[in-house]
């Protein structure tokens, strides 16, 4: 069955606009935001997220050591390096699972520096597991349905009692996590328990279970892992409508390099903890830096 994203009205900024093809190394997807002639950095007054100089160490491990990169509106930001590069860490740091011993974030402007996970997610910014992180016992519907959680605004309270403006937002839920089963194709299995799905489909309801808040900030974290070549196309095309539906700007954290350039109108390369490229999809492939932490991954490897 087709994608009927015209099928999503209770999606308040879910307003389709025409995009303006090439203005960005990636003329399929291209954002709306136009890049300064001869540069990889979109022109425009400030970014969207805005991480700078962000240090993180585990104990010796330093996993991100002075990490800056901008994301503007609208755009796809891909964020590659090898593994242990910093990616996840970087994620969860945006999304208030990790703090920060030095730098700053800022969303949207504001600092999200020491904010709690669920107030970053109510201010817009929703997000993807590597590891897939559902109620295995729930069906698939009602896992998209608590994403919509963060956006409660009733207080204890008046949710205790169960008032008419619970019964409300509860309603606005069930219809944007509806919504979203249609849009990601999930309506046959919507009433199956999420753990006895298979892997793709399981992270199509988190993919939906993190659209459901509307964010204007949507963080993937290897949303093809696990995926066949066919199903890495499709969510190729899938990630280009949802930004262009949604309106959101996405970063994508991938290991599928064929899917990362495909989709992205920047990357930024990552390798141990520090940033060794940023640029056009055709610029980062082509750096000898990113080149050489690849390589160097490979030839790393054991012996299969
Ligand atoms: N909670 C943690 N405790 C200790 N070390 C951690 C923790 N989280 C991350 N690290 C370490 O920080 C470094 C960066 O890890 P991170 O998971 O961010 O890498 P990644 O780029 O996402 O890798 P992958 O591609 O394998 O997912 C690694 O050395 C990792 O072992
Ligand atoms: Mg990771």
Known sequence: MPISIRSIPSCSNATEKPLRPGTTGNAEHAPTRPVSAGSSVPAGPRPLLSVQDVVVRFGGVVALGGVSFDVWQDEICGLIGPNGSGKTTCFNCISGIYQFERGDILFDGRSIRG????????????????????????????NVLVGAYPLGRTGFLRNAFRLPPVQEEEAQARNRANDLVELLELEAIAGTRAGSLPFGTRKRIELARALVTNPKLLL?????????????SELATLIGRIRRYFRVTIVLVEHHMSLVMRVSDRVVALEFGIKIAEGLPVQVRSDPEVIRAYLGDIMDAPAA
Do not use: C, Y
């Open 220 to 232: 993937l974290d290897e949303p093809a892992a696990g995926l066949n070549h066919t199903e890495v």
């Open 115 to 142: 904010v709690a996970g669920h107030k970053i997610a109510r201010s817009g910014i929703g997000r993807t597991f590597q590891n897939i992180a559902l109620f295995d016992s729930m069906s698939a519907r009602d």
